[in-house]
């Protein structure tokens, strides 16, 4: 078993209206993998029907390698994006509520709690309420919460929302760490670009629909179009310029006469860059090449434009 | 199953904490107590005062009826005219004039009597001097036609119906209104928990929504374990709160009345006073002690053991279908402005449950309205606990519809439940969405 989670066209539908079509999906274990989509897609509608608050009208769902089932539940942890805490509540004795939901033993569960709290150096919170702390403070401790149980699987819906770039990229450490010890993430975010780096494996969802998913790398592999950003150092600026626009496909070109210096975009018919850079260095000095790799932002666009050409 | 203990245990605590209930739980006693003990207070304040009424008499009759009692003395005014009587009353700021006019014929003497006040004189204070006139007027009467004061005490004897079940058990006139109210106490009971923990529950579920904590909570526990512990908890403590409040108002009112030195019974029997200021031919009035025996014989005859069994049962069954909706409610929308038109529905059968109970049960704890309303699952538990004072069987409710009401209460409280959990599971994750009925039944499906 090499997947945490299987889903086999998974349908969800509320009313007329259809939150989740045929939706399939392959997530390996040990990785992190990233839901991507805009707003209302339906990414947290699966995610509900993971975590067993909702349930498919057709389709199955599996946990590591079992058709899923209620003791999943403690296997998997789960920061939701509508999240918040008991105002009321002090922080301790609520962290070890919701500890106790998700099946640990009372001391257990207060001795990772001292831990953690520590870790993240908000031990003094443990007898302060909810509502004596702020946005980005909760957060801490919901993250805490989830991740205390030490589940095969998290789930993280937007998890950087609310944190300031300092806490965020604590927690982000966190999540690294976490997978580094064999714990297999999901990412669902409308934010593309945000966890676009942390992610090995995306999914695409758009529409009620996955119109896309698999290894990022291989992905991009596939998205990438022969195009080069080049930046040379070149003294007749103009000569040569007309020169390059009959031999390629040119875009995006700067001229400083100052500085002497050209940036350009070439679009090569195949994979040939060997030849271009090969060109480019009896021109002049080349002083900046890198292939253009589309983000996954610009892949989903792509793909969500084929998608309305094919139809 | 083993979280739900967790869920009914921080319901539990979170109510019993918060600072609203602390001291609802140990004001409303101490209000209470004070409400009564003013009233006890007032109405000795009432009673105490003493009105004064001025006699002119100028007849030869009366000169002895009127007796200053507790709360009404007389002056007697002799030897000047009725001008300067009124004045003086007037002045004096007596209570009235009475003007007994000089006749020979004391139905005369009665009929030209006035009484001069210068408002509407008190109802009371009228009857006391009327039943002084008409006791004059019936001897004169009897006089009239032979029949000697000793005669007319023994023809003038009460006489009360004795009543008897048809097994042949001695029944008491009264009793039905007493057991009217004690059934209507215990269904009292069950409305004012609903109404008020029954807002709670709903209250609570906003919070949880509007704290954003719900989805958390829910994908560790299934959302009817949380209903169904938020349910038990907040009932839990709604339950210690009524024992407080019960134990804590009988001790604050037994040591109120002490200090004050009221008695309890003056604020039932301030009218049994004012009557027995009859002359000196009113009847013997018949052993009260002997009724008051038999009233606590029936008292304790009431089958209690079975009523409180009863009020258990429908007040868990009816608790949980009320307080399931309102769950269901709390549920469905986003703040408690928008529960209004929700609240209205729930509240309706249960005011319909009193006051039909009251009024039918009142007059025939067995008549049709009144089974009716005891089988209906949304009134039944306060219908059927009004009745159930006159037992079960014969003269009371028959077992068959004690059974019918309590299947039908199950089976409602089963399917209500289930259509409850439905709207909660769906309504605690819909945020920004004003429900409708139709709505509602919407989420039924999903």
Request: aromatic share 12%; proline share 4%; hydrophobic share 45%.
């Amino acid at each position: 078993m090499n997947n945490i989670l299987v889903t086999e066209e998974v349908t969800k539908q509320f009313g007329n209206y259809t939150a989740l079509d045929k939706v399939s999906l392959e997530i390996p274990k040990n990785s992190i993998y990233g839901l991507l989509g805009p707003n209302g897609a339906g990414k947290t509608t699966l995610i509900r029907i993971i975590n067993q608050i909702t349930y498919p009208d057709s389709g199955t769902v599996f946990f590591d390698g079992e058709p899923l089932m209620p003791s999943h539940i403690a296997k998997i942890g789960y920061l939701p994006e509508e999240r918040g805490l008991y105002k009321s509540m002090k922080v301790g004795e609520q962290a070890l509520y919701l500890a106790q939901l998700k099946g640990l033993e009372k001391g257990e569960a207060k001795r990772r709690l001292k831990y953690w709290f520590e870790r993240l150096e908000i031990g003094d919170w443990w007898n302060k309420k909810i509502q004596e702390l702020s946005k980005g403070m909760a957060q801490k401790i919901q993250f805490i919460v989830t991740v205390l149980h030490q589940p095969k699987l998290l789930i993280f819906d937007e998890p950087f929302s609310g944190f300031d770039p300092i806490n965020a990229n604590l927690i982000k450490d966190e999540i690294l760490n976490l997978k580094s010890r064999g714990t297999s993430i999901i990412f669902s975010t409308h934010r593309m670009e945000s966890v676009e780096e942390l992610c090995e494996y995306i999914a695409l969802i758009h529409e009620s629909e996955k119109i896309l998913d698999g290894k990022l790398s291989e992905i991009k592999k596939a998205y990438k179009n022969n195009k080069f950003h080049v930046g040379m150092a070149i003294d007749q600026g103009s000569l040569f310029l007309e020169e390059m626009e009959q031999r390629f496909d040119l875009a995006h070109s700067t001229y400083d006469p100052v500085e002497k210096q050209m940036n350009f975009t070439v679009q090569l018919p195949s994979d040939d860059s060997r030849g271009l850079l090969g060109y480019l260095s009896t021109k002049g000095k080349v002083n900046h090449f890198q292939e253009s790799i589309p983000s996954a932002n610009e892949i989903f666009i792509q793909t969500v434009q084929q998608k309305g050409t094919h139809a | 199953m083993r979280k739900l203990p967790l869920i009914i245990k921080r319901e539990y605590l979170a109510k019993v904490r918060n600072r609203s209930f602390v001291i609802m739980t140990f004001l409303s006693p101490i209000l209470m107590v004070a409400m009564v003990v003013l009233i006890a207070y007032l109405t000795k304040l009432n009673d105490g005062e003493k009105r004064v009424v001025a006699i002119l008499n100028e007849s030869d009759y009366f000169s002895t009826d009127f007796h200053t009692t507790e709360s009404v003395s007389y002056l007697r005014f002799f030897d000047i005219d009725l001008a300067t009587a009124k004045d003086s009353t007037a002045n004096m700021g007596y209570s009235g004039l009475l003007y007994i006019p000089h006749e020979t014929d004391l139905e005369i003497v009665a009929k030209r009597a006035v009484f001069y006040s210068k408002d509407a004189p008190s109802s009371v204070l009228l009857d006391k001097i009327e039943m002084v006139f008409q006791e004059r007027l019936r001897q004169r009467r009897l006089q009239n036609i032979g029949v000697s004061p000793k005669d007319f005490a023994t023809v003038d004897d009460r006489f009360e119906m004795d009543t008897a079940t048809y097994s042949g058990e001695k029944n008491l006139k009264h009793i039905n209104e007493i057991k009217a109210a004690i059934g209507g106490a215990f269904g009292y009971l069950i409305m004012m928990f609903i109404i008020i923990y029954g807002g709670f529950v709903m209250r609570s579920v906003i919070e949880e929504k509007t704290s954003r904590i719900i989805e958390v909570i829910i994908s560790s526990v299934k959302p009817f374990q949380l209903m169904l512990g938020k349910i038990i908890g907040t009932s839990l403590a709604g339950i210690t709160q009524f024992a407080i409040w019960i134990m804590s108002a009988g001790i604050l009112l037994f040591v109120a009345l002490a200090i004050l030195d009221i008695e309890p019974t003056s604020l039932t029997a301030g009218q049994d006073v004012v009557n027995s200021a009859a002359g000196e031919l009113a009847p013997p009035i018949p052993a009260v002690d002997e009724t008051l025996g038999l009233y606590s014989q029936e008292f304790f005859k009431i089958p209690w053991l079975m009523l409180i069994c009863f009020f258990l049962i429908y007040f868990v069954l009816g608790y949980l279908i009320y307080s399931s909706i309102y769950a269901a409610i709390g549920a469905a929308v986003d703040n408690e402005t928008d529960t209004q038109q929700f609240i209205f529905p729930i509240i309706l059968p249960l005011m319909l449950a009193i006051y039909v109970g009251f009024f039918s049960v009142f007059n025939n704890p067995q008549g049709p309205i009144a089974v009716g309303f005891s089988l209906f699952p949304l009134t039944s538990p306060i219908v059927m606990l009004m009745r159930l004072p006159w037992g079960i069987g014969e003269g009371g409710v028959p077992i068959w519809q004690l059974l019918v009401s309590i299947l039908l209460l199950v089976g409602t409280f089963i399917g209500i439940v289930w259509l409850a959990a439905k709207i909660y599971r769906v309504g605690i994750l819909m945020y920004g969405k004003k429900p409708s009925y139709k709505e509602l039944f919407k989420w039924l499906r999903y």
